[in-house]
């Protein structure tokens, strides 16, 4: 067991009215405030321009704030050095020495700051990341996941407050990048001091962290637990940008006690009030979500035995697509023109075909209200011609 816990606060992240804006006037990141708690995995999780890595670099004291301030426990840090920060930051690019073996490339900080006796330290920090037997061995001769661990090893043996990673597992293939997501989590737990991680990957970000801030176009859009995020999204760029969301737009028609009750066409939807954070009043607009996988589909046929109580919308099968692990369709009805459903398959229906007449039914419990002013597309990537070709 390694000896970097600490008991107290001094590990937090506190950003208060932190912003930048560089000297062209684009604006990066606007003023937010931000608390990341002693010994937790944070992510802040955003496509690309959002700010996320700026903010990080704030924090490592690589970029100059415009405004506002940054404190590491109780220290006000915003005009220290980086090197005269307690925290470390690991890049994507991992940045090992060639010509040092593993040992040495791990040793470098202790050895920089004139510690001569580094081999008990080193070794507990192999032993952590799971790489003793391989210490002798040179960067070039370890795969791209064993690397990233020998970046991390070299980072937390400097015994850092936080530990900062600047999209670490960008450079791996998806099976490696799943393998390194709970290798981070489990070096994160065992040494209990704060991770602060940026990425654009939403199942990274899932997988990891305690706590994720959703950041788009310079702020925080909403920050939670990420179960909290994807079942309560408070935006459609939320809804959207973690996971897939299908919108109904309806009209709020009373109150019945716990629950609102809604016309989407010529139909009634149930929504919990509680799950709603539009406004309620009686003739108000409000997007009704649901997410794919909470959707059972039925054939029109059967459409008798769904039982009472379900939000249902009936539809025509437009396409289907088998991966696995479920069945991918899209149906087209009067409220949605893609509405997306992922079926388990454990029970296949042949009938389920493009061109079938189907129902879409749910539990009301799963459904969410957002307020009808917001765009439906936001969050949703799209692909780019550039980036297609």
């Not at 390694?2 to 990066?28: C, E, M, P, W």
């Not at 959207?240 to 919108?247: D, I, K, R, V």
């Not at 229906?349 to 061109?355: E, K």
């Amino acid at each position: 067991m390694t000896t970097l816990q600490q008991s107290d606060h001094g590990g937090d992240v506190r950003l208060t009215g932190i912003s930048k804006t560089y000297d062209n006037g684009f604006t990066a990141v606007r003023p937010l405030d931000l608390t990341v708690p002693q010994g937790s995995f944070f992510a802040l999780l955003g496509a690309s321009g959002c700010g996320k890595t700026t903010t990080l670099r704030m924090i490592a004291g690589l970029e100059e704030p415009t405004t506002g301030t940054v404190h590491l426990g109780d220290q006000d840090v915003t005009g220290l050095p980086p090197y005269k920060r307690p925290v470390n930051t690991v890049f994507q690019s991992y940045a090992l020495f060639p010509h040092l073996d593993i040992f040495e490339n791990v040793a470098f900080g202790l050895r920089r700051r004139g510690i001569k006796s580094v081999k008990k330290q080193v070794e507990e920090m192999l032993d952590l990341v799971q790489l003793g037997e391989h210490k002798r061995k040179k960067p070039h001769q370890l795969s791209g996941g064993q690397q990233q661990r020998v970046a991390v090893a070299r980072a937390l043996i400097n015994h850092p407050k936080v530990l900062l990673l600047d999209e670490p597992l960008g450079a791996l293939d998806l099976k490696l990048r799943r393998q390194m997501q709970l290798e981070l989590k489990r070096i994160q737990t065992e040494v209990g001091i704060t991770f602060v991680h940026v990425t654009h990957d939403q199942e990274e970000a899932m997988t990891m962290a305690d706590t994720v801030a959703v950041m788009n176009q310079g702020r925080v859009e909403q920050l939670g637990a990420p179960t909290d995020l994807y079942e309560n999204p408070g935006s459609t760029f939320v809804a959207n940008f973690l996971g897939t969301s299908n919108f109904v737009e309806a009209e709020i028609m009373g109150r019945a006690g716990d629950a609102l009750t809604l016309r989407a066409g010529d139909g009634k939807l149930t929504l919990p009030a509680d799950r709603c954070s539009a406004a309620t009043a009686t003739g108000g607009k409000v997007l009704v979500g649901v997410r794919p996988e909470k959707i059972s589909l039925t054939h029109a046929d059967d459409a008798a035995g769904i039982a009472d109580g379900r939000n249902r919308i009936t539809g025509r099968i437009t396409e289907s697509s088998f991966i696995g692990v479920s069945t991918q369709f899209v149906v087209d009805s009067p409220l949605c023109d893609a509405f997306e459903v992922y079926v388990q398959n454990v029970e296949r229906d042949a009938r389920l075909v493009p061109g079938a007449e189907v129902v879409l039914h749910w539990n009301p419990a799963h459904t969410f209200g957002l307020d009808a002013a917001q765009d439906i597309e936001a969050g949703v990537e799209k692909v780019s011609e550039d980036a297609a070709a």
